[in-house]
């Protein structure tokens, strides 16, 4: 292997192995920065998670779970085109289906609720089905081809059995599927 490494070194013109990787282009990630929290206001992301394209809108949704941060990242303009701030841990975040509005379905700390990606506000709460308890909150979800959002609960110590999984489904109600789980993904 070293013999072949020092024909490779002589074929570029490098007297060494060392002097090989000094001169190897590193590669370049052009989008992981901005969508993890730069322009529109934003500085710095503390748990960045859930990305999630938009093939209608042709954006790219990233969350800030501890920051209470929704991303809505435009390629064409490389830059947040909104950043919604919930002031809330938010777990996961999908893309509503429903003509004429720009609405995402989040899983937050204190529930299930609809926010117009526009106006950046919350339009609708629907269930908090951990109300009482305090020390948990979503950690991540998606949905199904059926429509229906799957998300997980999890405790913020990450202590086992504090979390659920829950379905919401295309009626807007909630149902709690499993109990006394970990770190639901």
């Not at 074929?11 to 322009?39: E, H, I, M």
């Not at 800030?64 to 490389?78: A, E, L, S, T």
């Not at 299930?112 to 269930?127: A, N, P, R, S």
């Amino acid at each position: 292997m070293l013999a072949f490494a020092a024909l490779v070194g002589l074929f570029y013109g490098f007297k060494s192995q060392r002097d090989a990787a000094a001169r190897r282009p590193v590669p370049q990630c052009n989008v992981a920065k901005p969508v993890l929290g730069t322009g529109g206001g934003s500085t710095a992301v503390l748990l960045g998670e859930g990305a999630l394209w938009d093939d209608e809108k042709q954006v790219l949704y990233s969350i800030d779970i501890v920051g209470g941060k929704i991303f809505v990242y435009d390629p064409i303009q490389q830059k947040n085109i909104h950043v919604i701030d919930l002031r809330m841990h938010i777990g996961a975040c999908v893309r509503r289906a429903k003509p004429g509005v720009w609405h995402l379905v989040c899983g937050t700390s204190r529930g299930f609720c609809i926010v117009d990606v526009t106006t950046g506000k919350i339009v609708e709460w629907l269930e908090d089905p951990e109300a009482g308890i305090r020390t948990n909150r979503m950690n991540d979800g998606k949905c199904d081809p059926q429509g229906r959002f799957w998300c997980g609960s999890m405790g913020l110590k990450c202590e086992t059995g504090f979390g659920s999984l829950y379905c919401l489904g295309t009626d807007l109600k909630v149902t709690r599927v499993r109990f006394q789980l970990y770190c639901n993904r």
